[in-house]
């Protein structure tokens, strides 16, 4: 079984900075992919950022220049920095990995989500 964690999560001003983290657990033998989607009420849910196994980060345009993704693959974690926080960032946070548990199987795996909200 594996498992991915969320926190960080919470209420923050516009223009505010908010650090999300996201742990994977369980069988794990090397991961991928792993990064952050989002799903503001009523809106399909939306890439925001992905780290691949080197370290490499690719961000959606709506969120360049204020977040930043980085990963301890040593702890199987990933960060994310969000400055200069708008009110439009306001979503449930989704952890996301590409994994294997195996030599021969690997799989898309999310995590419960973490509500980001900004407003004054």
């Known amino acids: 079984q594996v498992e991915l964690v969320e926190s960080g999560g919470g209420l923050v001003q516009p223009g505010g900075s908010l650090r999300l983290s996201c742990a994977a657990s369980g069988s794990i033998a090397s991961i991928n992919v792993m990064g952050w989607f989002r799903q503001a009420p009523g809106k399909q849910r939306e890439f925001v950022a ?19 993704i980085s990963r301890d693959n040593a702890k199987n974690t990933v960060y994310l920095q969000m400055n200069s926080l708008k009110p439009e960032d306001t979503a449930v946070y989704y952890c996301n990995a590409l994994l294997a548990t195996s030599a021969l199987r690997r799989d898309n795996y999310w995590g419960k989500g973490t509500l980001v909200f900004v407003s004054s």
């Open 50 to 68: 992905h780290s691949t196994i080197t370290g490499s980060g690719v961000y959606a345009d709506s969120v360049k220049g204020r977040f930043t």
